[in-house]
């Protein structure tokens, strides 16, 4: 997907574990998302950033903290991985916030994260 | 609490037939509502756009109307090909804050 990349894009961990997830972007865009998406729940928002160091929490936020430091950078960590935290994680960006006008949302690839 | 429903989980249709896609939310009124198509092992990519205060709006072989009476969009694809098989999520706004997706309706369009 030009202009935002995940990574890693597979990872398997242990549980009580940190992990932190990255999505990195080259549009320059303010909006970042952070969204994971469950067989029956499909995508869910977990955190937001509306600019450097400017973030808020999402629907399914517990366990979960976002930093970004940069423009380009948006990072997830799970503080204390757990087995209900196995998903696939997408990132998301947007020239603005909603309304997002008639561009919508860019998607990363996504991040397939399992909990063991 | 807010809710997203896309009509069924999966839509077999023939090629060349028109493919009918409904998206039906409850207990509040989006501004805006998107469509976005899913294809396995790869993020969503956005679609349409269509505002409350439009009730039709068309992109080559889709069609998305907007019924915030009914509270409802369709999402048309005309003369379907195989290529269009996918899942296919909406996304009405949330409050003016992001946008809330619905489960997706995994379509299949058939030789």
């Known amino acids: 997907d030009a202009g935002i990349t995940q990574s890693p894009r597979h990872k398997v961990t242990e549980t009580g574990t940190p992990v932190t997830l990255r999505c990195h972007q080259t549009?320059?865009?303010?909006?970042m998302y952070w969204y994971r998406q469950d067989p029956g729940h499909g995508l869910r928002l977990i955190h937001y950033s509306y600019g450097v160091k400017d973030t808020d929490k999402g629907e399914v936020s517990d366990g979960y903290s976002v930093s970004r430091s940069k423009t380009e950078d948006f990072l997830l960590t799970l503080e204390s991985a757990t087995s209900s935290q196995t998903s696939v994680y997408f990132c998301?960006?947007?020239?603005?916030?909603?309304?997002?006008?008639?561009?919508?949302?860019?998607f990363g690839s996504g991040t397939r994260l399992t909990v063991v | 609490s807010q809710k997203i429903e896309q009509n069924s989980e999966a839509l077999n249709i023939q090629e060349g037939k028109t493919a009918t896609l409904t998206c039906n939310y409850t207990?509040?009124?989006?501004?805006?509502l998107q469509w976005y198509r899913q294809d396995p092992g790869r993020g969503p990519v956005f679609l349409l756009l269509i505002r409350e205060n439009e009730k039709e709006k068309r992109k080559e072989r889709l069609k998305v109307t907007f019924d915030t009476t009914l509270k409802q969009s369709l999402f048309h694809i005309t003369a379907s090909q195989p290529a269009d098989s996918a899942t296919y999520l909406c996304?009405?706004?949330?409050?003016?804050?992001?946008?809330?997706f619905g489960p997706g309706t995994r379509l299949s369009v058939l030789p």
């Open positions: 998301a960006i947007s020239v603005i916030g909603s309304p997002a006008g008639n561009l919508g949302y860019t």
């Open positions: 549009e320059n865009h303010r909006y």
């Open positions: 207990n509040y009124s989006p501004a805006y």
């Open positions: 996304a009405p706004d949330n409050y003016g804050q992001n946008f809330v």
